[in-house]
């Protein structure tokens, strides 16, 4: 069935630094991808979506791009800030499906 | 606007004794709505979805259910609680369908069953 993988569960930063956080998936439909970030006992809320392949999409310095021949979503950001820190899910929408489903998630902590 | 409220916010429940959950959407007439469970620090487990009232259909079997007795209310229940169903649940609605549209989420419930 159709899935998303997020390798990484937590990942440790200094801040100023780039981060990439990675996102594969596995879908037979026409795949929508789309990035969340939930921060400590806050909802979840939209940070990126994309269905178009190769085209870079961007939004409060973050950015990804959906690669199709691999199937990746890969979210980054040049200079990660303390204020970063949240856990990021990645989620694949089956071809106009009325399901979205969320890879396992990726805690990102950002120190000083 | 559109504003989504979740209730309660957080409940402390028994193992085997019933629950019920609301949300109710205001702004938006006939959005599609969803349930949403996540364990602590897991990821999000679609549990429901509902395109008009009514209509509801279940992703995965949690010996929960769900109903839209109005456009803009969505009730998660169910008769006898389990360990298991301890998490954050939240409500959450689109515009439309989802490979278009943003999915909103409400602010959640956090239960715990003991």
């Known amino acids: 069935g159709d899935s998303v993988t997020q390798t990484e569960g937590l990942v440790t930063l200094t801040k100023g630094l780039p981060v990439m956080l990675n996102c594969t998936y596995q879908?037979?439909?026409?795949?929508?991808l789309f990035w969340y970030v939930q921060h400590l006992n806050e909802a979840p809320k939209l940070l990126l979506k994309?269905?178009?392949?190769?085209k870079r999409t961007e939004h409060q310095g973050f950015y990804a791009t959906l690669h199709k021949s691999s199937s990746s979503f890969h979210l980054q950001k040049s200079s990660v800030q303390l204020s970063d820190s949240a856990l990021y899910f990645c989620?694949?929408?089956?071809?106009?499906?009325?399901?979205?489903?969320f890879g396992e998630g990726t805690k990102l902590t950002v120190s000083s | 606007a559109q504003t989504i409220h979740q209730w309660p916010v957080a409940e402390i429940k028994a193992v085997g004794s019933p629950l019920s959950l609301g949300c109710t959407i205001k702004?938006?007439?006939?959005?599609?709505l969803y349930w949403y469970w996540q364990a602590t620090g897991g990821t999000l487990q679609q549990l429901f979805y509902?395109?008009?009232?009514?209509?509801v259909e279940s992703v995965v079997q949690l010996n929960l259910s769900a109903s839209r007795p109005k456009d803009d209310q969505f009730i998660l229940s169910t008769e006898k609680l389990l360990l298991s169903h301890s998490g954050f649940y939240l409500c959450?609605?689109?515009?439309?369908?989802?490979?278009?549209?943003?999915?909103?989420f409400g602010s959640g419930t956090r239960l715990t069953v003991l």
């Open positions: 879908t037979t439909y026409s795949p929508f």
């Open positions: 959450a609605w689109s515009l439309g369908i989802l490979s278009a549209e943003t999915l909103y």
């Open positions: 989620a694949l929408n089956q071809g106009g499906s009325a399901k979205l489903i």
């Open positions: 509902s395109i008009t009232v009514g209509q």
């Open positions: 994309s269905s178009t392949d190769n």
């Open positions: 702004g938006k007439s006939s959005p599609n």
